[in-house]
């Protein structure tokens, strides 16, 4: 990774990340060292009239997160509407009077196509000096996009996000060509299974930007400064997490007896605790400019962890090398994210029993609510602005407490023992404030994204909004309860095409699933992530009776990821004349990976337990359904699961239907999921 280090801090830190585009309006998020006097400038290639617009508190607000960070969270509505399917280019102009005008040509040559060397002959030049500028396609219906879940920096395999960009590149200039989306199905961050060296970055950015502080109730630690400076702080978290060790009547309610860290998550070694912490990983895995800030410090490990440690540093280094061409794809692309559990922590909410236990003690609800906290001002505040205002409005009040006042933020740094340039802290946030915050945030309501269009757009909230089993705690909740799936029906009714976004799968590999209740019969869901919509019995059957509702005759395309692996399925309902047509569509992941020997097992027993005539195909909850598994074309014979990263790509035709399904591996080939007949 980068080891340069510089005395001063560039304005912007990451994005512009383009969220929401309609004639309209238009939604971007951007951190900057400092609040930045924008200009946007808005250049339609068809050579309609442009948009110069001041970006004022009415459009941009500012919020503070530390000494030298400030989230710019721009929301503009505009009078006259911009033309649809044209390309049109914008620029964030900083305007100060000592520095004068400064383009994004100037302060992000990355993000723009013509920069990266792809050529267009069709461009016609921008107004800043013929060069190139980030755009977007405001599309007038979806007909393609993209999508996929799980990017896991240190997973030694490709980057989907960077594969997407070297596909978009190669037709930047071609407004037909250009996705309508990019949908981020779940697993945006890892919070929960870390890197040493991006733990390590992680702190050093921390310190270089002066983020917030916080306190730690309940925690082996009393605060923030004093995690960082732990010699548990690597490799060895779990020793800090709340003590489900010592307490075996604790330890027998929340894991069945088995000992593991806290959460569940096997691999909480370096676990993010603090906000801070969660800000920093976003722009870590967002934005290249951050890495060049930094020189991080290989903190005092042992030998073994040693290993681990140069061993991911590596991997980490090729990741960072992506992220120019990773920032650059979420600036030219409308993008929508949905939380899974990763964004927050392995099996978030998985069961009633897991809830109680999570939410019963000080110190894990602060981890989950700043894990959420980070999720509502990175994620969620960009997918709807509207819906997230209240919550959003919360975290501002919290943030503004913490601002330091104006003497200590003209004091001098302090170096740190790292030898790394660090600000004074950005402020401490009020802990009574904090948990209060993330208390009224536990128990919103709202996190789901409805998107008006053709074909209409839905992604929802599998996680918070859980059907609980509350006599059998230990067994797994419905990913949505009975208001939440009711919620859905509205949606669905008399619709004639819905993409729907489910981070997991709505109809999933039925070995998987059998192995899964297998062990949530033997009173281990937590074991083997058992979350899948047949898991329980009555969302389950909500579920599938939504589909079979005399006014959901239309097209749904189910478009998921979280498994690891990718595959489509055709599934019609069986006994109606005008039903429905479901295309279940798997993308995962964008950096992760199953693994081989044991996907390739589960495939070839899936084909042989779950034929068609198979008498196990006959008992399972889906008997109401006809589902035709689609097989990638680069697979071996009969194989119907693609384990690779990458990301999907799906076009559809004017009744909403997929009229093409690929997934864009981060190898650099494409492999199509074809229908059967077209085999």
Known sequence: MPTDDVTSLPDVLAGPLLRRSSPERLVLWLVGSRALPFELVLTPADGSDGRRLVLDESHCRCLSVGRHAVVHLIDVNLETPLPQDVRIDYDLVIRDASAGARSIADWAPHLNYADAGYADAGYQGSPHDGAGLPGFVIASRIRQLLHGSCRKPHHPGGDGLVRADEWLGERWGE????????LMTGDQIYADDVAGPMLAAIHALIARLGLVDETLEGAEVKD?????????????????????????ALRERFFGG?????????????HLITFAEMLAMYLLTWSPVPWRLITPAVPPLEAANRDQYDQEAAVIEEFVAGLPAV??????????????????????????????????????????GNALLAYLLCQGWGNDPDRLAAPLDDLANLLVEAVPPREAQDATPAATPTGIPASASGGWLEAASQDAVIARLLRFEGWEVIVPGTPKLLMLDTRTRRWRSEVRRHRPSGLMDWEALCDLQQELLDEPSVLIVSPAPMFGVKLIEAVQKLFVLAGK??????????????????????????????NYVILSGDVHYSFAYDIEVRHRKRGPQLWQITSSGLKNAFPDTLLDWFDRLNRWLYAPRSPLNRLTKRRALRIRPRDPDRAKAGERLWNGAGIGLVRL?????????????????DVRFPPRDER
């Open 525 to 554: 869901p937590l074991l083997v992530d058992a979350e899948n919509w047949m898991a329980h019995r009555g969302a389950a059957s909500v579920m599938l009776n939504i589909f079979r509702h005399s006014r959901t005759p239309g």
């Open 327 to 368: 920032a650059r794809v979420m600036a030219n692309v409308p993008t929508l994210m949905i939380f899974d559990d990763h964004d927050v922590t392995d099996d978030w909410n998985l069961t009633a029993a897991w809830e109680e236990t999570a939410y019963g003690h000080d110190f894990s609800r602060r981890i989950i």
């Open 258 to 270: 088995v000992r593991k860290p806290i959460f569940t998550t096997a691999h909480a070694h370096n």
């Open 653 to 669: 035709d004017d009744q909403g239907r997929p009229q093409e399904v690929r997934q864009l591996d981060a190898r650099g080939f």
């Open 175 to 182: 407004a037909h060509e250009r996705p309508a989306w990019l």
């Open 224 to 248: 923030s400064p004093a995690l960082y400076a732990s010699p548990k702080g690597y490799y060895a978290r779990e020793a800090l997490l709340p003590d489900v060790y010592t307490s075996e």
